[in-house]
T-cell receptor, first 112, second 112 residues
Framework: DTAVSQTPKYLVTQMGNDKSIKCEQN?????MYWYKQDSKKFLKIMFS???????INETVPNRFSPKSPDKAHLNLHINSLELGDSAVYFC???????????FGPGTRLTVL | DAKTTQPNSMESNEEEPVHLPCNHS???????IHWYRQLPSQGPEYVIH?????VNNRMASLAIAEDRKSSTLILHRATLRDAAVYYC?????????????WGAGTKLIIKP
């Protein structure tokens, strides 16, 4: 059983396109997150979503938008993709915002 | 945000104990010390966390200095599967965002 899953695993696309990455957790957690890991391997929080409250990292461009159809899903939509968006994106979840986080396997996004 | 300092890399022999240090000289009284690790091509994985007292779980032990300005993650018997990047992170319970701020971590190399 996969606790936190992401699709797709790999995503290759052209500059200017719009794409989405899906995340699902079957752990019954209340809080979900999106992280970006760049080529230097630094992990940066992008969003956290807890009980319909969205906390946004102010450095994230507004081309990125999280969408949560229900508590088990937090999808990441990206508009007008740029070369600098190439990275590995990780979804995570936790029971509450202060608990340990469980991460998905990551989605490697390559923008050409 | 309180910061942590870790060595860039460490080597250890298989089946020997490993001590991974972390300095956090500016830690505040409400900062918890968290450790995560990231195996190659995988998402991060929670290891352990603590506040003041030493902590043990099935994966590792966490030794926290009396002044809390440093801590050590102890893997009691390293295996090849423990080769990963280990992150030491401070989380402030009084921070309403309570987000993980990731550093560069320590790359642990296990020699057979």
């Amino acid at each position: 059983d996969t606790a936190v899953s992401q699709t797709p695993k790999y995503l290759v696309t052209q500059m200017g396109n719009d794409k989405s990455i899906k995340c699902e957790q079957n752990l019954g957690h209340d809080t979900m997150y999106w992280y970006k890991q760049d080529s230097k391997k630094f992990l940066k929080i992008m969003f956290s979503y807890n009980n319909k409250e969205l906390i946004i990292n102010e450095t994230v461009p507004n081309r990125f938008s999280p969408k949560s159809p229900d508590k088990a899903h937090l999808n990441l939509h990206i508009n007008s993709l740029e070369l600098g968006d190439s990275a590995v994106y990780f979804c995570a979840s936790s029971p509450e915002y202060y608990n340990e986080q469980f991460f998905g396997p990551g989605t490697r996004l390559t923008v050409l | 945000d309180a910061k942590t300092t870790q060595p860039n890399s460490m080597e250890s022999n298989e089946e020997e104990p490993v001590h991974l240090p972390c300095n956090h000289s500016t830690i505040s009284g409400t900062d918890y010390i968290h450790w995560y690790r990231q195996l190659p091509s995988q998402g991060p994985e929670y290891v352990i966390h603590g506040l003041t007292s030493n902590v043990n779980n099935r994966m590792a032990s966490l030794a926290i200095a009396e002044d809390r300005k440093s801590s050590t993650l102890i893997l009691h018997r390293a295996t090849l599967r423990d080769a990963a990047v280990y992150y030491c992170i401070l989380r402030d319970v009084e921070d309403s965002n309570y987000q993980l701020i990731w550093g560069a971590g320590t790359k642990l190399i296990i020699k057979p």
